[in-house]
């Protein structure tokens, strides 16, 4: 094989992502120095150089195929991840209390299968409820009496809420209610995937508290 094809050859199956040749241009620029820079040059007759052709457009093939494996493994590691299409059709009617002041009354969990709101029982005290969407039953959660504004976490497994004061936090299938810090006057929230919750309030700049619980603190300064 002559070595310019021989070269081209080894850069293109090189096992280093980093190392290895990414198009034609890096190809066709690794010929020319390798013409340039042996020591030995070795005349090509005719047939010697369509072999050489030959073994140029083989190593441009294999080049080509490794590129389209490699893009179609990028692409495949970066699309989205494709959920099921959900279509929803739920009527509360009575059930949920829209009457709140302090954020929406109504949550729906990040992975699509359950429903949250702020409902009121027959004494007119208001509490949270919770229902999978594919049920039409709902289910009150203990220890939530006073909730307003529910929202998840992005695990999809806590619900979170503001009631006396406080803020909240209770699993969705129910138990003791979780309180996270003081929280008055508070105005809507938002869990993160860093375990951190952001909430608003009327009192004070936009606050951080760790989704465990603890002293709340200015977000970076954030208003």
Known sequence: MPREARRLLEECLQKDPKQRLRDIGDAKRLMESGASSDAVTVPLGGTT?????????????????????????????????????????????????????????????????????????????????????????????????????????????????????????????????VTLCDAASARGAFWGEDGNILFSSQRTPLMRVSSSGGTPHPANGIR
């Open 49 to 177: 150089s369509r072999r050489l052709v030959a073994w140029i457009a083989a190593a441009a093939a294999v080049l080509a195929i490794g590129l389209v494996g490699v893009s179609w493994i990028a692409y495949r590691a970066t699309r989205p991840v494709e959920r099921p299409l959900m279509r929803l059709t739920d009527d509360l009617d009575a059930e949920v209390f829209l009457d709140a002041q302090n954020g929406p009354a109504v949550a729906i969990s990040p992975n699509g299968a359950r429903l949250a709101y702020v409902s009121r029982g027959s004494d007119g005290k208001t509490h949270l409820s919770a229902r999978l969407l594919e049920s039409s039953k709902s289910t009150a959660l203990s220890g939530t009496e006073g909730a307003a504004a529910p929202f998840f976490s992005p695990d999809s497994r806590w619900i979170a809420f503001f009631a006396d004061q406080k803020l909240k936090k209770i699993s969705v299938e129910g138990g003791a209610a």
